[in-house]
């Protein structure tokens, strides 16, 4: 929209919705455009117009105007890859190992209703606050632990991400073998065991995608996942194998089928040219995350099927091996990252997995020029809305695209001096740098306050299911502190 004319030749400003300025915007467009004291027209939920805030205060006038001045504009944030549920049980029983345990009883057996909708609010407004605006999501984890032997646990994840405002993913799809597997239904305090097949399982994802996928003005969508197969632990052949490879088409068919992404947890070396050869399951469509010590073959096998990673610096799965992320990137293979969730030892702050992600990788290398911050910053922003299929509408500042935005206060004694502003948010920032999140236009967080949700009732819910929880599950004893917690340099 150009600025109209007077019969005189003056300009006259055009009225937008929102007009961001005085800050120093990283667009992350084509030419990775920095602009030290620029701005963003908004309009119906869309970008308008970025440029020098000179230029654009005299071209429009708004309806809500954001000062940014002393802060940074930038995209919103995206998270590959994390699971619901982990947000209730952060850090329990991982002291003496026993956290998987708790996944697998709380998931399956020792979870309400309630639990998930919870769970959800807290992880969505964390997830607000630290500017992620995108995101992808297992309904479960563990060792794909997935909740979707009802679709009431999946409703109620939805409705709790559509009120935080944000975007998200949620990843749907049968748990590992064998079938059947026992899941319980809560009614008060009595508890109803039932057996679950796989196909339940398909059938339950499918209501979900049916329900959601495309919902809240195109902010909730549903993906199907598949666990990943690991020969490289012990021989699939025979019976197992044919019975794998049926369980994998019907899923991967499912995914085909309604035009959704599909997602893997827990790549490493071998899974990938498994899952290629052995079940069809790569493609532009596919994102695999973890992808520890995946060889060279494999990851031509990425390259040339356009099969996309998620990258999960502060997983744990990357202590025991490496995603070998410079050498994906140098072959041509898309990568984004990821925060794994916030458990059991993690948050969704997107900044701390950027630093985290290149000191990983310059100590593997020894070498402090490894990923520079302009890459992981488009990990975290273009790369990761191309890995999602979205980076034609998202993951940039540029005319046209949906206005994702957020504001970083940078007026603190950690980040300032405010210049080389890349730089500022790479290694500098952390997400309760945070102050303001757009999401189509709509301000979701403004002057670091949440707009769409009471955060107090927000934390207050989530204290009390997560006792209830603990105590439904008699898991109590996962609250220790174990020996050797203290005065030892390992447990």
Known sequence: MAPLLSSMGH????????????????????RRRVLDDGAVAVEAGRILDVGPTEELASSYSADLVLD??????????????SHSGHALIKSLGMHNDLWYRACEEVYSRGSTE??????????ATERLRFGVTCSLTFLGGGDSVMRTDDSVYGDG??????????????????????????????????????????????????????????????RINVSVMFPTAHPEQRPIRGVELEDLKDRAEATR??????????PQDGHTKGTVKFAHEDLDLLGPDALFSHSTDLTDEEIELCRRTDTRIVHNPSAVASMTARCPVPELLNAGVTVMLGSDASAPDRSFDMFRHMFQCMRYHR?????SRVLPPGKVLEMATIDAARAMGLDSELGSLEPGKRADIIVVDAYKP??????????????????NDVDAVLVDGEVLMEDGVVKTVDEAEVLDRAQDEAEATIDRNDLREFLDLTEGYWGRSRY
């Open 11 to 30: 300009a006259i400003s055009a009225l937008v919705d929102i007009l961001v300025k005085g800050g120093a915007v990283i667009t992350m467009d084509p």
């Open 414 to 431: 950690h980040i300032y001096p405010l210049n080389m502003a890349p730089d500022r948010v790479a290694y500098y920032a952390n997400g």
């Open 68 to 81: 940014a001045s002393r802060k940074i504009v930038m995209p919103g944030l995206f998270d590959g890859h």
């Open 253 to 262: 068919e499912l995914s085909r089928r309604h035009g959704v992404l599909f």
């Open 363 to 367: 100590r593997h290398y020894r070498d």
């Open 157 to 218: 994840h939805c409705r709790a991400v559509e009120r935080v405002g944000i975007r998200e993913f949620l990843a749907v799809g049968p748990r590992r073998p064998p079938f059947p597997r026992r899941y319980s239904r809560w009614e008060g305090v009595e508890r109803r065991d039932y057996e679950v097949s796989f196909e339940d399982q398909l059938r339950v994802s499918e209501d979900i995608i049916e329900a959601w996928n495309g919902k809240a003005n195109g």
């Open 114 to 123: 309630e639990f998930w909708e919870v769970e959800a609010l807290l992880s």
